[in-house]
């Protein structure tokens, strides 16, 4: 098995026995759910809660820059979409080449089924990409984006990226589905 394989293995295997599994069956009323006031979330277009949003499509993510200290809870549509464009779809273009992907004109999704279809999609050209690498390709920094570490020192960091933001949006359901009481409505 070569570096790469493994490197695509590591993060694979989260994704199929941890992470995926734990978002089958995402609603939209969770995928929304502000567990505290003043999240950042994915809203309808000029309906920010932030300093300002990012998106060019029918729904916003709500953002600033620099980002506050400390960082704003956020939504799982928010983690979701942090995901897709962030952590993946940046450095699928920058590493594999295709579509580029910006946070900025990037159609952010406003179901959660038009949020899981994104990160499959984005997840797939990731692995398929790791999967594509020589080891003699991860010695090297890569060659296109602004990142000048070994691609290797890369693949790890979308893997503990992915790791980190998984878990963050599990125990967000974890906690929607384990409230006490009526849940609180808030509109996107």
């Known amino acids: 098995m070569t570096r790469s394989e493994r490197l695509a293995d ?3 295997w989260y994704w199929h026995k941890n992470l995926r599994p734990r978002l089958d069956g995402l609603t939209d009323e969770e995928y929304f759910w502000e567990p505290v006031d003043d999240c950042w979330s994915v809203r309808p277009g000029g309906a920010t809660a932030a300093p300002a949003a ?22 799982i549509a928010w983690r979701l979409g942090h995901i897709i464009v962030s952590c993946l779809g940046y450095r699928v273009c920058w590493y594999f080449g295709g579509q580029e992907v910006d946070s900025g004109t990037f159609a952010y999704a406003g179901t959660a089924d038009e949020a899981l279809d994104q990160l499959d999609e984005m997840y797939g050209r990731w692995n398929a990409g790791v999967r ?12 296109v984006g602004p990142e000048r ?19 963050e949006i599990s125990l967000l359901r974890d906690l929607y589905r384990r409230q006490v009481g009526p849940v609180p409505h808030r509109t996107p």
Request: negative net charge; charged residues 20%; hydrophobic residues 40%.
């Open 54 to 75: 990012e998106g060019s499509g029918t729904w916003t993510m709500d953002s600033a820059s620099p980002a506050p200290e400390p960082a704003p809870v956020t939504t």
């Open 10 to 12: 590591q993060l694979d």
């Open 149 to 167: 570490f070994p691609l290797e020192n890369r693949v790890l960091h979308v893997n503990r990226e992915l790791i980190h933001h998984g878990a």
């Open 132 to 143: 594509e690498l020589a080891d003699a390709d991860l010695d090297l920094p890569p060659a």
